[in-house]
């Protein structure tokens, strides 16, 4: 039986297919990407995702008789048992069974799985979290996302809508959701939440250096410029910024007195304020897990893999 | 090799001491119990354990090397990678390496697990979520316990101090909890939590017969009472059981949201109140889980197993 060394993942975003040739080192060997155009026919973006993957095998110089298998992440609510986006609102899909449609182009094993998932498998094998049998990534975007590794076993939930851990409570009856939901980790947690306090905590304050970051408009507020402002000296920005810090730190505390993971990661656009978002929230968490100092209580890192860790994730489903 | 059709579960519990012998079809052959009287010191309870399980082997003329291997579930933090009560609060027991001590008894594999997971374990394998892979129980006791299996895998977080459902977030600085955190399940789902809130709406309303049912004294009141009240048309007890039942229900949309489970199960003093519980409670969970009624919502359900879970579960570590 012929070495099959390769795999190739696939990272499916609201703006660009991604897909990568990785190795058995789970390095990523060469990439490519095109606009996702999610508005089209969904077996468009299937074909892209078939295309892609045939030019970076030819241009690697790999058969497909050397591929493993594929692996497939994607936003929205996945059916992994069997391979269907079961929606996924920004593309308004809608039961898309994309594994038998990829099985058109490939006569190899395929999977799908949710991409926050993917990221936290990827972060795992090859990230910040190498290493670890047991691993929690938050992902701070538009929304909070998330995916565990326990024992080395990416958790996907019994049925479709499992670890959506953006979507348990911080507060009974507090900030609409995108969910439908009041409360969530999500409505507090995300860079849209961030942004929001933002705006908030400015409009109580004319003085406040975030109005002219905001170019004297607060609907230019985003996740970035509380903490900018908050660095300058700006005390309701720093105000924002505890709060926020503290929503988080209240979500991932959550998570430790579920998984007790080895490592905690960050990733999504709110993780790249780095050091002054990581040290407050360490400081936070630690004394406040259940059973306090007498419980392991993990550290809290960046995510290292970027936009990579979505395509090695996928490529090791 | 001679066959090894028995297993020993205990059920190690803050009154008594259960330990009984389980055979392949996960069945209590037979079982005896002493008082655990956990003040006393700790290696007399692992005597005790020993000796019941010797007892029990004798009388069912039982070898101990038709005994495959066994299982003790402890309440408390526990170390189960090391055998280790890292603390129980009610025993005031700290870091007990209660495995290595029973070792000195018996050469079989020992595993020592919390007692909420082994009960989950149990209902999963014996009880009321029976061929399922995917189950959640929720204890509401004194306090609210929990464990999840979850693809047939009984899940313990990857440190001591893991799995702790009833201590995470319902209302950010909500009601004191037990575990000096605000706002946790356990501190709104409790039968604990509801005593008090039936407590708190008598002291509103003087009219209530839950002053009756209380002897006139409201520190008299338990969980049961608000249901009883409430069955006989009392509007303010009506008030709390609907209240405890959102409590209750948030706390398993979140369980849902991450494991969506193929079944909930309800064990604990509060789950004997059966059909005025749990009709409420599914008919307020449906439609409140992500993605509401397009993703796969489980049942809610009482346990089967009662007092016998914690047993079959232990042995079935």
Redesign the interface.
Known sequence: MAKKPYRIGVDLGGTNIKVGIVDEQDRILAKKSVKTRAERPWQEVAKDIAELAMRLLAELKIDISECEKMGVGSPG?IDHINGVV??AGNFNWDDIPLVTELRRYFSLPITLANDANCAALGETVAGAGKGA??VVLITLGTGVGGGVV??G?L?Q?????????G??????D?EECT???RGCFEAYASANALARQGRRAAKTDSKSIMHEMCKGDLSNMNGAIPFKAAQKGDKTAQRVVDDYIR?LG?GL??C???????KVLLGGGISNEGAPLINPLNEYVRP?????E???V?HIEIAALGNDAGIIGAAAL
Do not use: K
């Open positions: 609510m079961v929606f049998r047991h326990a024992d076993i958790q939930g019994g049925a479709a809508g499992g670890m959506e851990l979507h348990t409570l911080l507060m009974l507090g969910c439908g939901r929503y209240e505390i959550n430790i007195n579920v998984w007790r993971p080895e406040r897990c259940f059973a306090g007498r419980g392991f993990p």
